[in-house]
């Protein structure tokens, strides 16, 4: 029994059957949930020490390496069985719809700096780092993901079933 499967026999019904329905989006979620606390981090380290004053960059930064373990969790786990491009031509789409998804992550924070001003000396230290964190962390990270998920599937891993599941292993 695999550890999804394990995780699934948990959950009680009817909810069990909604969460099989939706496996692709679970797996992609908590891909999103462990990429969010890679980018959390990075972007936290980046604002507070070498990138202070451009918190922007800090951002994009951090979305990019976060991108780059994005792709290969949801490559080989979210979206496994899903393809249909040959791997050079889904690895372009992908590094092009994740560009696009930087500036989508990236934009809350620029207008929550540079739009409503929340930044010292308009407002307190305190303010600019809560500010700083729920544009970038909160309302950038569900814009991001939520274009991501509709943008993978579409483009990136256009077609259910493509490349096969893997083989369960019989245990003697």
Known sequence: MTMVETALGLIPQPYRAVAIRHRELLKFAMVGGTTWVIDTAIFLVLKSTILEPKPTTAKVIATVI??????GLNRG?????????ERHHETVLYVLVSAISVGVYAAPVWVSRYVLDLRTPTVTLFTEHMADLISGQIVGVLLGMAFRWWAFRRWVFPHEDARPRPVPVAKH
Do not use: M
């Open 66 to 71: 976060a991108t780059i373990v994005s792709y």
């Open 77 to 85: 786990w979210s979206f496994r069985t899903r393809g249909g491009r």
